[in-house]
């Protein structure tokens, strides 16, 4: 074959793969404003890999616990790997991969997913999904969440799924096409307006109250995936009033715990011991805290970690310490800047 037409091959070749990368570049969404929730998975993969405590679930960890309050006060250097409804067995595979990079020495799992047995929706899909990098755990969690209507190829090449997202484009997509604003702090979303809880609804009685044999199924994967690895598991149930969590599932989560030998707390027990008071310390009526309610239920974890578990102090270490410095000056920032657009009614 000809030199010339080679070259034009590959050159034509190079300038239609190109094209379709920046394509996809400025179509699939960044998450950078509004709803943020999907950047958060993705901004792992920027820090040091050394922590000592991972949390994983949905909105009730992200939402919920303050790493910087956890270092500031134990000195204890942790992660929040959350996801807005993170099902079970995505936080398995999220586990699963982040025992790639590094291996804690105590992983915290809220309980709330395991009211799911099968697949959901797939924007929730897409933000937890999206931001994993590439490795077998993901191929195994996108092939274990895609709903009925989803394709898995739309997940290899997002612009399968984004191409005719052209007329929501806005200022974000192209000032982020390549790289993104932090939206989390260690993986913790942080909120400082207050919205009393009111008017709870009552809770829906349901038709059957036992947990689905997939959502047991991935919470004894993580069991052993923690005991294979010499980790800790703590299994939470955070103190949102909403959703409800029902007492015969508490209960079922009570004899789980009890059976494998895990530590379970449910926070919603010890709202009056931690000092959770819900007329100051959620955002958005009970469903999830505030700054402030997050920092309570941080200091009350950090106690529990550092007396029940084999996590340790590690504010000796100077150069963690300055990465934490640096860290805290965007917390306060982060923290101030909400403040000053509450005082100017923007929230």
Sequence with gaps: MNKKVILRFFLSAFIVLGSLYFLQRLLVPKYASGI???????????????????FIGD??????????????????????????????????????????????????FNIQSMQFDKPQKEAYNRMTLDGMEWSWSKVKSIKASMTDKEKYLDY??????YHSRWNELSKDDINYMFKKPKVSHNGYYMRVDVKPAGNIPDPKPLGDYHFGKNAYR??????????????????????????????????????YAKEKK?????????TE????DYNTDTYDGGLHMNLSGAEKL????????????????????????????????????????QYESINEGEY
Aim: aromatic share 14%; net charge negative.
């Design 36 to 54: 943020v929730e999907g950047a958060m998975i993705a901004e792992y993969y920027q820090e040091e890999k050394n922590h000592d405590v991972i």
């Design 273 to 276: 011991e931690i000092g959770i």
């Design 59 to 108: 909105c009730e960890v992200y939402e919920n616990f303050s790493p910087q309050v956890l270092w500031d006060d134990f000195g204890i250097n942790s992660y929040i790997r959350g996801s807005a409804e993170q099902l079970i067995w995505q936080s398995y595979y999220i586990l699963e991969d982040t025992l790639r990079y590094e291996k804690p020495k105590a992983v915290v």
């Design 156 to 161: 290899v090449f997002p612009i399968l799924r």
């Design 218 to 255: 991935y919470l004894d994967d993580i069991v052993e995936l923690c005991d294979a690895n010499d980790i800790q598991l703590v299994l939470v149930k955070a103190p949102s009033l909403y959703p409800f969590w029902y007492d015969e599932w508490e209960e079922q989560i009570v004899e």
């Design 298 to 337: 941080s200091r009350y974890m950090g106690a529990y970690l550092i007396n029940e578990t084999n996590v340790s102090d590690r504010r000796g270490d100077a150069k963690l310490s300055k990465s934490w410095e640096e860290k805290r000056r965007l917390y306060e920032m982060d923290a101030q800047k």
């Design 262 to 270: 895990l530590p379970y707390i449910n926070f919603l027990k010890l």
